[in-house]
Structure formats: C-alpha cells, structure tokens
C-alpha cells in the first residue's frame, strides 16, 4: 500500500511504500520542509517524492534518485533516511533541481552538525565494550511511540551493556506490543535482574541493566534499594551486574542507578551507599574494572559530585577519553505530541555544555584500568522527540582476559 501526503497548490505528493512508522516521520518532515519552504516547494511541483527504506545498504547510507517526475530517497535505516532528506533538501537550495537522471549516494554522517557529531558513532564501535546510559522518562504521553524510538536508537548505536533509568510500567506492560522491554529483546537484549522489585513504590525495577546476548555473558546481577529515601517519593535503587565479554573473556563490573534530586541530603546519602557498594563489589573482584553510571540528579559544582570523584574516587568518561565527541548537555525540554502531525517531536533543541558541568547524567570509572576512545551524547531528532534526556555513550576497551 503507498501513503501519501499532498501538497495540493504545487501538486506534490510525498510518498512511502510500506505501513513503517520511521518512514512516515520523515515524510511528515520532508513534507512540513516543503510547505514551510518556497524554494523547496518550488523545485518540487507536480512532482512525486517517494520515501523507502533498502536494507541492502550499508548501514547509515542513502541514495536519492531522480527520473524527472518522481524522486526516490532510501536508506538503509533511520539516520540514513534523515540524512538523505537533509541532501536532497540542502542541494536544492543550492540550485539542483534533481533533473532527470541524477543519482547520488552518501552517508549521514557526512552531513552532521555541531550537536550530532557523537551520531557518527552509531555504526562504529572504537572499543571491546559500548556502555549506554539512558532516561527513558516515564510519566510522558505516546509512550509507546516514544518506546519505537528509543528502541531504534539503541539499534543503531547496538550498545553491549544498557542501562535505563525511569522504566516503569508504563514504558513496559502498559505499552502493550510497544512494550519498551519486548523491543529490546527482539533486538538481542536482556535483562540482568528480575523486573519486579517487593517493596518499592513501582514494584519495579526502574533502573535495569541490560545486556546484549550476542556479546556479553552475564555472571551476576543483583538489585540494592536504597536506605536513604525522600519521604513519599519515588523508591531510589541502584542495579549492579557482573560481566564478560564473550570474545575476549574480559570481565568488568556496571552499576546503574538513578539518585534523588529533590533532597540532596537524601541524594548525598545515596552517593555514600554507593561507595560501600563498591568497596564491597572491588574487594570480591579486586582486578575487574567497575563502571557507575545514571542519572544522578547533580551537577558538576555540587556536594554529591565531588564526594562520587574527590572521596570515592570515581572518574567521569569524559575525561579519560581520547575523542570527547559531543560537548552537550545530556537533558532538554520534554517532547511534545504535535496534534497536527499525529507525531512526537522536539520542544526544544540541544544546549551547549562544554565541560559538562549541568548535565546530570554521567558515566564513571568507579575502580580498576580502562581506555576510554570515545564519549558521546547521541542528539538527533529522535532523542529530542523519545525523553526529556539524551542517551550517553563510553566505548572502552578492556584487557583483564587473563583473569
């Protein structure tokens, strides 16, 4: 079946093959493009774009194909597609016309901005382990197509250890097919622990760790609930996994958690348990590196910061890596659903953040040795439209396979 969307004036129609919820997102947006746009409109009338997805291609790739009447993009996936939108646009305005017979291929990540530079390592992994932290928000309308997109970004960027923070029940069961955790799985991912969690205010595990089975084996995982904890407030509680790389038989120890904000007695409290955890967790595995990462409702210049890095001794990603690759704050205004389009999308877009000093979400090396090649922050139009938070990235290599 072919949907279409008319520009009835100029007598376009945007066009996509196939019933994909990624496809209608960008041919809404190429469409709103047009709209917008007279120079667009203008080189696009009487014409017919057409939107398709082709597996076949590399991955981040695009074509886009011209025989006068009808334009083709595709790509291979959804950043290829939004790449092949943002050339065929940008070529536009520099006078082609997409006449008849022109045929040109390239990569998203040639197209990139300052804010989506971390996005040209979605495809391209630079160490033995990629650590993903990610607030998927919960509480937030279209959760089930906010779910679609967290899942393909995961995809794109396959990391081998994830850990979500605010994954309650409405991102799972509530969601039904779109269940967040049912789209993972498909993707290879499961989860460390038991989901449910006795005796916290969603009865759930709101910050999991997963881990992918292609990869990674799980040695042991185990949920802590907090002691200290806000009254009549969410139930703070931090998940801890031990893991090895299947390819290496290196292992490494991941601890996710999401700590309070709204007391930062309580929030410093939390950060002192976790220094036990880990003292506890280092002194089993003394030569196993530890990674501590989340969203811990504190900035750079706070108490809690520095107790985790001066005290504890935990050292933030950022400034071990060799590429720093996005220098942006790791939250942003909450999506939008946009009744007019049907679609979730940004309500805002990503802030400057040099030296991380604002954001809250961070991943440290807790104990032990790791090279850190890349940290990133993965901005792209489908993090703005899925949370009010950016998924964070480390790529580390590490070399205890002796153990």
């Known amino acids: 079946m072919i949907y279409t969307l008319e520009l009835e004036a100029e007598q376009i129609k945007v066009s996509y093959g196939e019933n994909d919820y990624l496809l209608k997102r960008e041919a809404i947006k190429l469409a709103t493009l047009l709209e917008r746009e007279q120079t667009l409109r203008k080189a696009c009338e009487k014409r017919r774009i057409v939107l398709a997805f082709n597996r076949s291609y590399s991955p981040g790739s695009f074509r886009i194909v011209s025989d006068g009447d009808v334009i083709c993009l595709s790509a291979a996936d959804y950043l290829g597609l939004d790449g092949a939108v943002e050339e065929f646009c940008r070529k536009i305005k520099q006078g082609n016309v997409w006449k008849g017979g022109d045929d040109?291929?390239?990569?998203?990540?040639?197209?990139?901005?300052?804010?989506?530079?971390?996005?040209?390592?979605?495809?391209?992994?630079?160490?033995?382990?990629?650590?993903?932290?990610?607030?998927?928000?919960?509480?937030?309308?279209?959760?089930?197509e906010r779910n679609i997109l967290q899942a393909n970004v995961v995809q794109a960027y396959r990391p081998d250890i994830l850990g979500l923070q605010e994954c309650a029940d409405n991102n799972r069961i509530y969601a039904g097919d779109?269940?967040?955790?049912?789209?993972?799985?498909?993707?290879?991912?499961?989860?460390?622990?038991?989901?449910?969690?006795?005796?916290?205010?969603?009865?759930?595990?709101?910050?999991?760790?997963?881990?992918?089975?292609?990869?990674?084996?799980l040695i042991d995982s185990k949920v802590v609930i907090f002691r200290n904890q806000q009254e009549n407030g969410e139930t703070r509680l931090l998940t801890w996994a031990k893991l090895k790389e299947k390819k290496t038989g290196c292992r490494y120890i991941v601890l996710n958690t999401q700590l309070e904000g709204g007391n930062v007695v309580v929030g410093l409290g939390q950060v002192q348990e976790i220094e036990e955890l880990i003292h506890t967790?280092?002194?089993?595995?003394?030569?196993?590196?530890?990674f501590l990462m989340g969203d811990f409702n504190f900035i750079k210049t706070s108490k809690?910061?520095?107790?985790?890095?001066?005290?504890?001794?935990?050292?933030?990603?950022?400034?071990?890596?060799?590429?720093?690759?996005?220098?942006?704050?790791?939250?942003?205004?909450y999506p939008k659903f946009r009744t007019e389009l049907g679609l979730m999308q940004p309500d805002g877009g990503a802030e400057t953040d040099t030296d991380a000093i604002q954001s809250f979400d961070r991943i440290f090396l807790a104990k032990g040795h790791a090279e850190v090649s890349v940290f990133g922050v993965a901005v792209d139009e489908c993090t703005l439209s899925a949370s009010d938070h950016f998924p964070l990235f480390a790529d580390v290599t590490i070399s205890n396979c002796n153990l």
């Open 281 to 290: 967790l280092h002194c089993d595995e003394p030569d196993v590196p530890m």
């Open 304 to 333: 809690s910061y520095k107790y985790l890095t001066e005290t504890v001794g935990c050292v933030y990603v950022k400034d071990l890596a060799t590429v720093y690759a996005a220098q942006t704050k790791s939250y942003h205004p």
């Open 178 to 217: 779109q269940n967040i955790m049912i789209l993972l799985e498909k993707l290879g991912y499961r989860e460390s622990t038991d989901s449910k969690v006795a005796g916290t205010y969603r009865r759930r595990n709101v910050s999991p760790i997963l881990y992918h089975i292609a990869t990674t084996e």
């Open 104 to 144: 040109y291929c390239g990569h998203y990540s040639d197209l990139l901005n300052d804010f989506g530079t971390s996005s040209a390592y979605a495809y391209r992994h630079c160490g033995n382990v990629r650590l993903m932290s990610y607030n998927v928000l919960w509480g937030h309308p279209n959760v089930c």
